[in-house]
């Protein structure tokens, strides 16, 4: 019996040789408080005490205690058996569950900033019909300043008058021409943004969305 704990004992210590590729991340188990100590054993001084749920990286094993680091740096021994390299389930569902949380928080605020623009998608066609109708307003005065020009032509008697109000009916139409110009390049830009807040709106939800139901799997329990 002995030769057999001996030759246990001689194995462990062969594989803890070899030191890991990764940091070897550990939680204290149980709804317990447990010390940190300088050594291995109950003679050595008290570090600090950690508390369930804590992370220590493991370092090497000692008999009955394990060597570790804390997220803070400090070193020292704490009892194997109050250690775990799961996170106990209570502290990993609250954990889930507040990063839950966060999400619903996230995806209501896209929501209701889709809604938003929903809003703003609404006041856009409503621009856009404005413009669309001053667009026909614009070429109605058009048609009617050609009809007046033309009457001017057939009926005027004074050529120094005929060629006054030429000229301004030219500059009057070019006035026309060039807002006219500026209405559909605002037309242009107002449909190109409703277009790309359209899609990001969509974009974002649906990924909002995948990540939701990613983080909502439940993870595979470790052995």
């Known amino acids: 019996m002995r030769v057999l704990v001996f030759c246990s004992l001689l194995l462990m210590v062969s594989l803890l040789s070899v030191v890991p590729a990764e940091a070897d991340t550990r939680y204290v188990s ?58 106990p389930k209570a502290y990993a569902i609250a954990r889930l569950e507040k990063e839950r949380a966060q999400l619903q928080e996230r995806l209501a605020a896209m929501a209701k900033r889709a809604q938003g623009w929903t809003a703003e998608k609404e006041e856009l066609r409503r621009q856009v019909a404005d413009v669309q109708q001053a667009f026909s307003s614009e070429k109605g005065k058009r048609a009617r300043l050609a ?26 139409n070019e006035k026309y021409a060039a807002d006219l110009a500026k209405l559909r390049q605002e037309n242009d830009d107002i449909l190109r943004k409703a277009i790309v807040k359209w899609f990001l709106a969509g974009a974002g939800v649906l990924f909002v969305g995948w990540l939701m139901g990613k983080r909502s799997r439940p993870r595979k329990r470790a052995f």
């Open 30 to 87: 149980d709804q317990i408080v447990i010390t940190l100590r300088r050594g291995p054993g109950t003679e050595y001084k008290i570090l600090k005490s950690l508390p369930t749920g804590a992370a220590v990286e493991f370092l090497e094993e000692e008999d009955n205690y394990l060597k570790v680091r804390t997220k803070d740096g400090s070193e020292g021994y704490v009892l194997k058996q109050y250690v775990t390299t799961t996170l």
């Open 147 to 172: 009809k007046k020009h033309e009457t001017l032509l057939e009926g005027a008697k004074n050529v120094s008058d005929l060629l006054k109000e030429r000229d301004q009916l030219k500059a009057e």
